[in-house]
Structures are given as C-alpha cells and as structure tokens.
C-alpha cells in the first residue's frame, strides 16, 4: 500500500505545474486526500482537503490557482498549480484516508497513508 507523488520541478514565477498522486495497494475512490507542503525550514501546511465526492477546502494563499482532479480510473490523483509563486516552494505531500471532511484541517497529520513528497521550486 503506498502512494507516490511525482511532477515538482523547477518552474519560473507565473509558470504551472501539475503534481501526480498515485495510488497502489487500495483505491482511491473512497478516500480522502489531503496535499500538504513544506517549505524549507517552515512546518508543514495544509494546501487543500478534498472528500470522496469532490468537496475540497482550499488554503487561502492557493485559492483559484491550485485545483485538485482524480482519475479514478488510473486510482490518481493530481494538483494542478497555475500562477506559481516563489512562496509555493515546498516539499508537496498527498495524503489519503476515510475521514470526513468538513474543513481543511480534516486533513491532519494523522491521516492513513501518505507519500513520500516531491519538490517544486518556484524561482523568481
């Protein structure tokens, strides 16, 4: 059971970048996921808390720029970032767990499985 986040790179300010969270060893479709990221030297933040049918909370700071999909199908799912800026650089973890969601601090450090986090830089 595992999930593997991939996509961070190195991207200008204003650029996107879409961040992958697959799954392996149960299926997403019941699941709640959580992205999560941290930046060097700062405690890791919640970047969004989506339920298992769709309803997601946003961090402010990432409102209208960041948007999360599933592709049950390939049991992925993924963060689309538009707008980057210098301050979303972080180590970006997914999270998935059967929790309900009414806020985004559903999603909490406590939840089922997480990855192993990938990095975005965002220069300026």
């Known amino acids: 059971v595992q999930l593997v986040e991939s996509g961070g790179a190195l991207v200008q300010a204003g650029g996107s970048l879409r961040l992958s969270c697959a799954a392996s060893?149960?299926?997403?479709?019941?699941?709640?996921i959580g992205w999560v990221r941290q930046a060097p030297g700062k405690e890791r933040e919640g970047v969004l808390c989506s339920s298992s049918t769709g309803r997601t909370y946003y961090r402010d700071s990432v409102k209208g720029r960041f948007t999360i999909s599933r592709d049950n199908g390939k049991n992925t799912v993924y963060l689309q970032m538009n707008s980057l800026k210098p301050e979303d650089t972080a180590v970006y973890y997914c999270a998935a767990d059967t929790i309900v969601v009414t806020s985004i601090q559903s999603c909490d450090y406590a939840m089922e499985y997480w990855g192993k986090g990938t990095l975005v830089t965002v220069s300026s």
């Open positions: 060893g149960f299926t997403l479709d019941y699941y709640a």
